[in-house]
Each structure stands twice: as structure tokens, then as C-alpha cells.
């Protein structure tokens, strides 16, 4: 299970504003938990470690954490639906009214069966692709022009919904320290993403 929101700190708050938010997307429960689906969860929940921001409180139908990625660094707010994948975004919209934070700035971290085990990829925008919490997040967001850090979980060899379903909603095959080494890539890959942007705002307002 995620450490999220088991964790004392005092590294920030859950209320005010913020420069972007992390949406990790997954199904809440021990039924789920360490599938390929919960991914989003996993890397959340290794970026609130990585940060030490402080325990999670529940907020927008979520689990909800916020801080600044480094000492003076951008300020983020973390959100772990707890509504089950196919309504996050009922607790991503709220989230991001609360916290002000632009479209483009509301990073989606999400299982990617298109992507072989172990790749990550960053995108802005674009379609969903049969993916139901991204769909959620559209309709929750009014627009699916929001970032995405896609995790690859691999594709089955099979193309049968029920098989892929099973897929997804399985645990990982392949072993312990590989699945925590795409996890940590992909934390730092968001971490990337949000400096690359920040330096892109710091420098357009010079």
C-alpha cells in the first residue's frame, strides 16, 4: 500500500495555493493496491517521500498534500482520488478551482499499457486512449489539454477487453527492484517536467 498520507511533516499545507497539481490516479482499497492500474498512486506517493511533504488530509473526495518541491522551489499539491479511477475527476476539479492552478500546470501521473514495462513518457494534451481516469479527468477538468506523465505497464498480447482489463487490474510480473526503478524514474521525470516549466515561466516574465 502507499505511504501516502501516513507520514508526519511539517513541510506545508493543504490549503492555499499552488503552482501545479500532481494528480496520481488509481483505485483506492487493498484490492488494488500494487496493480499496473495504481501506478499513478505509487509515483504520487514517491514524489510526497521525496519532497517530505507533510501528511495527506482528506479534501475533494481525495487524499490531498501540499509543499514546495525544495526551498524556495515551485509549490505543489498532490491528490490521490479516492472516488475509484472512473470518477477522478469529481475530486480532480474541485482540487484544482481550490488550489488556482492552470490547466497546463495539472500533471496526471497514470498507468500507460501503449508504453513497454519501464518507459516513461511526458505529453501535453491529447487523446485519452480507452484510458478511464483520463476520461474522468477531461470531463472534470472541462478540457483535456492537461500535462500527462505516462508510466508504461506493457501491453498484453491480446487485443480481448477482458484479457487487457485483467492486465491492467493485475499485479506486476516482473520483479520488485524493476518496478520500483520505474516508479523512481517516473518521480523523477515529474520533478523534470514541473522545473522545466517553472524556468520556462521565470524566463517568459523577464
Given amino acids: 500500500m502507499p505511504r ?6 511539517s513541510g506545508g499545507s493543504d490549503s492555499g495555493s499552488a503552482d501545479f497539481l500532481i494528480v496520481g ?3 483506492p482499497g487493498s484490492r488494488y493496491a500494487a496493480t499496473r492500474h495504481n501506478a499513478g498512486f505509487e509515483v504520487a506517493d514517491a514524489l510526497s517521500a521525496r ?28 491528490l490521490l482520488p479516492q472516488t475509484f479511477m472512473n470518477e477522478s475527476g469529481n475530486s480532480a476539479g474541485p482540487a484544482r478551482g481550490s488550489f488556482g492552478v492552470p490547466l497546463d500546470r495539472v500533471i496526471a501521473l497514470h498507468d500507460e499499457i501503449d508504453l513497454p514495462f519501464g ?24 478540457s483535456r489539454d492537461f500535462r500527462r506523465v505516462r508510466i508504461g505497464v506493457g501491453r498484453p498480447d491480446s487485443t480481448d ?46
Avoid: M, Y
Avoid at 507533510?54 to 498534500?65: C, D, H, M
Fill in 25 to 27: 490516479l488509481g483505485n
Fill in 119 to 142: 518507459e516513461v513518457r511526458t505529453k501535453l494534451g491529447g487523446g485519452v486512449a480507452g484510458h478511464n481516469g483520463l476520461k474522468s479527468l477531461e470531463r472534470g477538468l472541462g
Fill in 51 to 78: 519532497w517530505e511533504l507533510p501528511r495527506a488530509k482528506k479534501r475533494f473526495g481525495g487524499l490531498v498534500t501540499s509543499g514546495r518541491i525544495r526551498p524556495g522551489g515551485p509549490r505543489v499539491a498532490i
Fill in 161 to 206: 477487453p477482458e484479457i487487457v482489463s485483467r492486465h491492467v487490474l493485475g499485479r506486476f510480473a516482473e520483479g520488485r527492484d524493476e518496478v520500483a526503478a520505474l516508479f523512481a524514474a517516473a518521480a523523477e521525470e515529474t520533478e523534470r517536467l514541473i522545473d522545466e516549466i517553472a524556468t520556462e515561466t521565470d524566463t517568459s516574465e523577464d
Fill in 4 to 9: 501516502f498520507g501516513r507520514r508526519g511533516g
